[in-house]
Antibody
């Protein structure tokens, strides 16, 4: 069974840092691109970042570029999102999702999300 | 960036009646490989999004056949033939053709009248 389990969310002050994790199981993690998508309270889904299967290529939304870093450890089947210089507008539930468009598995599984609150 | 525009944003429907959601993209979503990477997701309150439809019209495993997707180019539609109580929530379209970024529609909230 495919599972994605996010962790690491919490309350952080503006300007602070946080590291999110997404533990994957039930599939060959190293074969998939992975994404982070966020959802501010009461708002819609917004794509944040993506990493290719071996970690050599990354992409970011303009709103987080230079502040967030996506990475992965294929030996540990884990995806990360390092978030620095956090702002109030980064408050959201952060989801990880897998992607293998060649297998028609683009965003077909999502984690349960982890809540990040940026507030003083 | 590709802008995805959904309508309506709010959709009150009577149980057993059909429902339709439109999604329009600011550019054609046909990729160089000939595929159109347009997905539909359903998010129930307090839950993660669930993919319903991929590449315009392909239903995911376990998705009831009352859900169907159609369209081409820049205009796409999600239809529910007979709405059931479990269909409430927010529906999003998302394009995966012109990336980054991957972009979502604003969401359509379906509720039961």
């Amino acid at each position: 069974e495919v599972q994605l389990v996010e962790s690491g969310g919490g309350l952080v002050q503006p300007g602070g840092s946080l590291r999110l994790s997404c533990a994957a199981s039930g599939f060959t993690f190293s074969s998939y691109w992975m994404h982070w998508v966020r959802q501010a309270p009461g708002k819609g889904l917004v794509w944040v970042s993506r990493i290719n299967n071996d970690g050599s290529r990354t992409s970011y939304a303009d709103s987080v570029k230079g502040r967030f870093t996506i990475s992965r450890d294929n030996a540990k089947n884990t995806l990360y999102l390092e978030m620095n210089s956090l702002r109030a507008e980064d408050t959201a539930v952060y989801y990880c999702a897998r992607d293998h468009s060649g297998n028609d598995e683009e965003f077909d599984y999502w984690g349960q999300g982890t809540l990040v609150i940026v507030s003083s | 960036d590709i802008v995805m525009t959904q309508s309506p944003l709010s959709l009150p429907v009577t149980l057993g009646q059909p429902a339709s959601i439109s999604c329009r993209s600011s550019q054609s979503l046909v990729y160089s490989d000939g595929n159109t990477y347009l997905n539909w997701f359903h998010q129930r309150p307090g839950q993660s999004p669930r993919r319903l439809i991929y590449k315009v019209s392909n239903r995911d495993s376990g998705v009831p056949d009352r859900f169907s997707g159609s369209g081409s180019g820049t205009d796409f539609t999600l239809k529910i033939s007979r709405v059931e109580a479990e269909d409430v929530g927010v529906y999003y379209c998302m394009q995966g053709t012109h990336w980054p970024p991957w972009t979502f529609g604003q969401g359509t909230k379906l509720e039961i009248k």
